[in-house]
């Protein structure tokens, strides 16, 4: 299938492509800071520069856009186009992943991978970072939890 936009349109949409603060990190974040959670943000010293750190837990999050990196779903399907470039390109994407995960858990860290499509059932995904997580630090948030 060929592509249906000019190689100029679509250069231009690439670039437009963030690599932080893209819009499902920002949901994560706020999602997590508003349940007590606080973070350090793409903590360049750490494999791979995780998107959310927990310094003191040794905890990392990676939120990952399911096209860039693969995932089995249906935002993740490969590209039509430029099968030749996309295929690899995808590939060396989560070989990286891999590996810094893998160089995390070396250093004593541990990571959760969120999923683009995750963000659909935000109840589960909370629930599932919480048990990754364990509970908030805040001793403010803890004590109103208790009332």
Same mark, same amino acid.
């Given at each position: 299938?060929?592509?249906?936009?000019?190689?100029?349109?679509?250069?231009?949409?690439?670039?437009?492509?963030?690599?932080?603060?893209?819009?499902?990190?920002?949901?994560?974040?706020?999602?997590?800071?508003?349940?007590?959670?606080?973070?350090?943000?793409?903590?360049?010293?750490?494999?791979?520069?995780?998107?959310?750190?927990?310094?003191?837990?040794?905890?990392?999050?990676?939120?990952?856009?399911?096209?860039?990196?693969?995932?089995?779903?249906?935002?993740?399907?490969?590209?039509?186009?430029?099968?030749?470039?996309?295929?690899?390109?995808?590939?060396?994407?989560?070989?990286?992943?891999?590996?810094?995960?893998?160089?995390?858990?070396?250093?004593?860290? &541990?990571?959760?991978?969120?999923? &683009?499509?995750?963000?659909?059932?935000?109840?589960?995904?909370?629930?599932?970072?919480?048990?990754?997580?364990?509970?908030?630090?805040?001793?403010?948030?803890?004590?109103?939890?208790?009332?």
């Amino acid at each position: 299938m060929t592509d249906t936009r000019s190689a100029e349109q679509r250069r231009r949409i690439m670039q437009s492509v963030k690599t932080k603060n893209t819009g499902p990190e920002r949901v994560v974040r706020k999602a997590l800071f508003a349940l007590g959670y606080r973070f350090r943000l793409h903590r360049k010293e750490l494999p791979g520069s995780p998107d959310i750190v927990f310094p003191s837990r040794k905890k990392a999050i990676f939120i990952h856009g399911c096209f860039w990196h693969g995932h089995d779903c249906s935002k993740g399907r490969g590209s039509k186009s430029r099968t030749e470039y996309w295929g690899p390109k995808v590939e060396t994407n989560r070989a990286r992943d891999e590996r810094n995960i893998r160089d995390l858990a070396e250093r004593g860290w &541990q990571t959760h991978v969120v999923w &683009q499509c995750e963000l659909k059932d935000m109840d589960d995904l909370l629930k599932r970072l919480g048990n990754f997580l364990g509970p908030p630090l805040n001793s403010i948030h803890n004590a109103r939890t208790r009332l």
